[in-house]
């Protein structure tokens, strides 16, 4: 069974920094997708990166980074020069490589202050 | 950019009464999917529906639900019976193509609340 655990329901960050959000898992694949998706306020969950399992290097979206660390089953969501707009529940999600079934962390909250 | 559209946006029902939420996917896209979230817990898969058929369903879709998509642009999501334990936030998501890195496209979702 495949399981995300995000361990911090919520965060805040000062516009213009940088925040690190948690996520691990736990999967017997070797192979597979991690994913951060992004939901703001009364809005439409949004992809906002993806890495897939085989890749060493880090995936990059602008001001989105993430850390995988493939042995310790971990996979951060760095936001860098953070706005007011990224003010939102981020969801960690897994996806084996074959297969629809998207497995969700519990989400983190991130308020960014003004 | 394309969205997935989810009406309504919150329902509440009475329990035992037949619910069906309503999802419009991205037009081009062939491969759909209904998640849950009951309050403070996980987002849940659901079920997985292309070429008019279920694809994938987990044991949470039991004989209570069943999907529909009952013409070209809307794909339903029916609660025959409902239960208490039923609400919860229903996201409904399409993609071009299954597997792979795909993330799908997401709804704003519709809260349904039993009482």
């Known amino acids: 069974a495949q399981t995300v655990t995000q361990s911090q329901p919520e965060m805040s960050v000062q516009e213009a920094e940088t925040v690190t959000l948690s996520c691990t898992y736990d999967?017997?694949?070797?192979?597979?997708?991690l994913f951060w998706y992004k939901q703001p306020p009364s809005r439409q969950m949004i992809l906002v990166i993806r890495q897939e399992a085989y890749k060493q290097q880090n995936a990059t979206e602008n001001r989105f980074s993430v850390n995988f660390q493939k042995a310790a089953k971990s996979f951060s969501l760095k936001i860098s020069d953070s706005q007011l707009g990224d003010t939102a529940m981020y969801f960690c999600a897994f996806r084996k490589l074959i297969g629809n079934q998207f497995y969700f962390g519990t989400g983190t909250s991130l308020t960014v202050i003004p | 950019e394309p969205e997935v559209t989810q009406t309504p946006s919150h329902q509440v029902t009475q329990m035992g009464q037949e619910v069906i939420l309503r999802c419009v996917p991205i037009s081009n896209h062939l491969y759909f999917y209904w998640y849950r979230q009951i309050l403070g817990q996980k987002v849940e898969f659901l079920v997985s529906f292309y070429n008019n058929e279920i694809s994938e369903k987990s044991e949470i879709f039991d004989d209570q639900f069943s999907v529909e998509r009952p013409d070209g642009s809307n794909f339903t999501l029916k609660i025959r019976s409902t239960k208490l334990e039923d609400s919860a936030m229903y996201f409904c998501?399409?993609?071009?193509?299954?597997?792979?890195?795909?993330?799908?496209?997401f709804g704003s979702g519709t809260r349904l609340t039993v009482v």
């Open positions: 998501a399409s993609s071009e193509s299954q597997g792979g890195n795909y993330g799908y496209t």
């Open positions: 999967t017997s694949e070797n192979n597979y997708y």
